[in-house]
């Protein structure tokens, strides 16, 4: 079965220093998004991404995070700057098309700024 | 604000019997509905979703009850067992320009008892 897989599985990093999540989505899909979730809280939005475009993005998603498609499989996430309350974890999420509900997850990465 | 919450943090059952999780939503304008299950260390997996123009849907050992009057959703697991405990989230869909954008509640936590 297709999954959407994330890499690394935890990132531990400084706070101030710049990060970058990657995450391969399901190869046929074409709308990509990142969900973050800090330790005991609920999944929160951060950007829906299609068509090599920021489709939609939550308050959360500031001028610190950006979303790229460097090519044909790759998703990423960058945060230039972090900090401390950016400790969560990361879900990339794809689907194949708007009619379908079911958005596939990945594993998520733990990213730690210490 | 619109909002999707739940009104159990923690749900302990019996192995075999019948588990129900509940659901709280306030935008009556959501379109669709979906239950995640979370176990340790994963990202949300898809469970079952809903349409709004339903009342109830079954799957294989689960079912969904959406009360539109009452804004509340219900996610019935049957016969309940040890590989089902995790946490679970129910999720308002909107459907933006973007594909689909989900709001998670803030998640129950079933725990199975042997």
């Known amino acids: 079965e297709p999954e959407v897989t994330q890499t690394p599985s935890h990132q531990v990093t400084q706070m101030g220093q710049e990060v970058i999540l990657r995450c391969v989505p399901i190869?046929?899909?074409?709308?990509f998004y990142w969900y973050r979730q800090i330790l005991g809280q609920k999944v929160e939005f951060l950007v829906s991404?299609?068509?090599?475009?920021?489709?939609?993005k939550s308050e959360i998603f500031d001028d610190q995070f950006s979303v790229e498609r460097p090519d044909g499989s790759n998703f990423t996430l960058k945060i230039r700057s972090t900090k401390l309350e950016d400790s969560a974890m990361y879900f990339c999420?794809?689907?194949?098309?708007?009619?379908?509900?079911?958005?596939?997850f990945g594993p998520g990465t733990r990213l730690t700024v210490t | 604000g619109e909002s999707v919450g739940l009104h159990l943090p923690t749900l302990s059952v019996q192995e075999g019997d019948n588990s129900i999780i509940n659901c709280a939503y306030s935008?009556?304008?959501?379109?669709?509905f979906i239950w995640y299950k979370q176990e340790s260390g994963k990202g949300p997996q898809f469970i079952i979703d809903?349409?709004?123009?339903?009342d109830k849907r079954q799957g294989q050992r689960v079912t969904v009850l959406l009360n539109k009057t009452v804004k509340h959703l219900s996610l019935q697991i049957a016969a309940t067992q040890p590989g089902d405990s995790a946490v679970y989230f129910c999720a308002e869909n909107f459907l933006t320009g973007g594909g689909n954008k989900l709001t998670f509640g803030t998640g129950t936590q079933l725990k199975v008892e042997l």
């Open positions: 935008n009556s304008a959501s379109d669709y």
């Open positions: 999420a794809s689907i194949d098309s708007p009619s379908s509900y079911e958005q596939y």
């Open positions: 190869s046929n899909h074409l709308y």
């Open positions: 809903i349409r709004s123009n339903m």
């Open positions: 991404f299609y068509n090599n475009e920021i489709s939609e």
